[in-house]
T-cell receptor
Framework: KQEVTQIPAALSVPEGENLVLNCSFTDSAIYNLQWFRQDPGKGLTSLLLIQSSQREQTSGRLNASLDKSSGRSTLYIAASQPGDSATYLCAGLHGSSNTGKLIFGQGTTLQVKP | GAGVSQSPSNKVTEKGKDVELRCDPISGHTALYWYRQSLGQGLEFLIYFQGNSAPDKSGLPSDRFSAERTGGSVSTLTIQRTQQEDSAVYLC?????????????FGPGTRLTVT
C-alpha cells in the first residue's frame, strides 16, 4: 500500500529564509507527483507537477524535485515571504498511468514571520 | 477562466439523513475526482470518473456512498443515512485527461457536518 509521509509537520521561519519541505513515498511505482498549497478553509491550489520521467520542475521561487529511486520529493522555497504561509501537501499518482488516485501526505504547515 | 465549483459550500445535516454534494468541473475536462479531507485521516481518494469508462470506486468507504456523473460534466456525490464519522470536507477535482500528464485542479470543497 502506498504511503506518503511529509516532514516536518510544521515549520516556522523568518521572512527571507530559503527552506525545504520533504515528502517520501513507500512505493516507487508512482506516475507523477504533485505539490499543492492549501490555505485555511480553502481548497487545494496546484503548485507543481513532476512527471515520473522528470527530475524537477520550477515555478518562480518554487522548485520541486523527484527521486523515484529513493522515494523522495522535495519542495524548495526561495526567499520565503509571509504570503507563503499555508499548508503544503504532496501527492503521488499511484496504481497506473491512467488512474486518478492521488495519495496524499499529511502536509507541512508553514508559517513565515515578517 | 472558471475553476472547479462545488455546492453547497457548507452543509449541516442530522444523522440518518441523505445528502447530495455537487461538483461542476472545469469546462472541457474529461476526468473528475472526489476526495475527502477529515481530521486525523488527511486527504483520501473516493472515486474517479474518466470519460465514458467505468468509474474507479475503490476509495468509497461504504455502500452508503455513491456518485454519478451526468453528461460527462456535473457530478453528484450522495451519502445515504449519514453518520457522524462522515463529517469532513469533500473536495472535487478535475483534469483535462485521465493520464498522469494532467494536473488535477481542485474546487473549494463542501464542508459537511453531521449532528
Amino acid at each position: 500500500k502506498q504511503e506518503v509521509t511529509q516532514i516536518p509537520a510544521a515549520l516556522s521561519v523568518p521572512e527571507g529564509e530559503n527552506l525545504v519541505l520533504n515528502c517520501s513515498f513507500t512505493d516507487s511505482a508512482i506516475y507523477n507527483l504533485q505539490w499543492f498549497r492549501q490555505d485555511p478553509g480553502k481548497g487545494l491550489t496546484s503548485l507543481l507537477l513532476i512527471q515520473s520521467s522528470q527530475r524537477e520542475q520550477t515555478s518562480g521561487r518554487l522548485n520541486a524535485s523527484l527521486d523515484k529511486s529513493s522515494g523522495r520529493s522535495t519542495l524548495y522555497i526561495a526567499a520565503s515571504q509571509p504570503g507563503d504561509s499555508a499548508t503544503y501537501l504532496c501527492a503521488g499518482l499511484h496504481g497506473s498511468s491512467n488512474t486518478g488516485k492521488l495519495i496524499f501526505g499529511q502536509g507541512t504547515t508553514l508559517q513565515v514571520k515578517p | 477562466g472558471a475553476g472547479v465549483s462545488q455546492s453547497p459550500s457548507n452543509k449541516v445535516t442530522e444523522k440518518g439523513k441523505d445528502v447530495e454534494l455537487r461538483c461542476d468541473p472545469i469546462s472541457g475536462h474529461t476526468a473528475l475526482y472526489w476526495y475527502r479531507q477529515s481530521l486525523g485521516q488527511g486527504l483520501e481518494f473516493l472515486i474517479y470518473f474518466q470519460g465514458n469508462s467505468a468509474p474507479d470506486k475503490s476509495g468509497l468507504p461504504s455502500d452508503r456512498f455513491s456518485a454519478e456523473r451526468t453528461g460527462g460534466s456535473v457530478s453528484t456525490l450522495t451519502i445515504q443515512r449519514t453518520q457522524q464519522e462522515d463529517s469532513a470536507v469533500y473536495l472535487c477535482a478535475s483534469s483535462s485527461g485521465g493520464q498522469s500528464s494532467y494536473e488535477q485542479y481542485f474546487g473549494p470543497g463542501t464542508r459537511l457536518t453531521v449532528t
